[in-house]
Nanobody, 123 residues
Framework: QVQLVESGGGLVQTGGSLRLSCAASGRTFSSYAMGWFRQAPGKEREFVATINRSTITMYADSVKGRFTISRDNAKNTVYLQMNSLKPEDTAVYYC?????????????????WGQGTQVTVSS
């Protein structure tokens, strides 16, 4: 069982930056692929970024060049650095873990989820 706890959300102006963190419990963090998803009010949950156990990354087109996903296996933590934020980035951001270690953009393939952290970008 893996528990994920997100932090770092908040209110920021357009063009600002935030860094989200996701702390994971358990001894096998390094073997998991990790992902970030987001869900805006009235919309479905959507893929944002993922990083596999070899630190190869993948991003949604909407965030490419602005967001960076990274991981620190020594700290059992995955990060999402978000720059040049836009109002359309406003959502609850969720961290997820995939036990097979492979990158995937598909939410149902992730085995564990955090509780989410709110990101609000004001115009």
């Amino acid at each position: 069982q893996v528990q994920l706890v997100e932090s770092g959300g908040g209110l920021v102006q357009t063009g600002g930056s935030l860094r989200l963190s996701c702390a994971a419990s358990g001894r096998t963090f390094s073997s998991y692929a990790m992902g970030w998803f987001r869900q805006a009010p009235g919309k479905e949950r959507e893929f944002v970024a993922t990083i596999n156990r070899s630190t190869i990354t993948m991003y949604a087109d909407s965030v490419k060049g602005r967001f960076t996903i990274s991981r620190d296996n020594a700290k059992n933590t995955v990060y999402l650095q978000m720059n040049s934020l836009k109002p359309e980035d406003t959502a609850v951001y969720y961290c997820a873990a995939e036990a097979g270690g492979s990158r995937t953009t598909i939410a149902r393939r992730y085995d564990y989820w955090g509780q989410g952290t709110q990101v609000t970008v004001s115009s």
